[in-house]
Nanobody
Framework: HVQLVESGGGSVQAGGSLRLSCAAS?????MGWFRQAPGKEREGVAS????????TYADSVRGRFTISIDNTKAIAYLQMSSLKPEDTAMYSC?????????????????WGQGTQVTVS
């Protein structure tokens, strides 16, 4: 059973930064970060393949968020800068070990528990 463990959420003022981490218990993956605010649909934020070659961002975060990986540790990071109140949401990482392509439309079959990000 694959485990994904997120960390790094918290509360920050608008304009601030946070870095989320997702530790995965699988050796090869396509990984994505998603978020869901109360009353809203889940939104794909960013995705990255195991080698860091395929990176995708949602338009709402492009230029402010950066996804990266440390594949020696099987950890994916989401560096969030210039945070806005509308970035407030529960952020979850998701992964799939095998996929024909790696982007925000990939069918992710493993999900973490999520970490709350609040921007005021």
């Amino acid at each position: 059973h694959v485990q994904l463990v997120e960390s790094g959420g918290g509360s920050v003022q608008a304009g601030g930064s946070l870095r989320l981490s997702c530790a995965a218990s699988i050796s090869r993956w396509c990984m994505g970060w998603f978020r869901q605010a109360p009353g809203k649909e889940r939104e794909g934020v960013a995705s990255i393949d195991f080698y860091g070659d395929a990176i995708t961002y949602a338009d709402s975060v492009r230029g402010r968020f950066t996804i990266s990986i440390d594949n020696t540790k099987a950890i994916a990071y989401l560096q969030m800068s210039s945070l806005k109140p509308e970035d407030t949401a529960m952020y979850s990482c998701a992964a799939v070990s095998v996929a024909p392509r790696c982007d925000l439309d990939t069918h992710f079959n493993e999900w973490g528990q999520g970490t709350q990000v609040t921007v005021s």
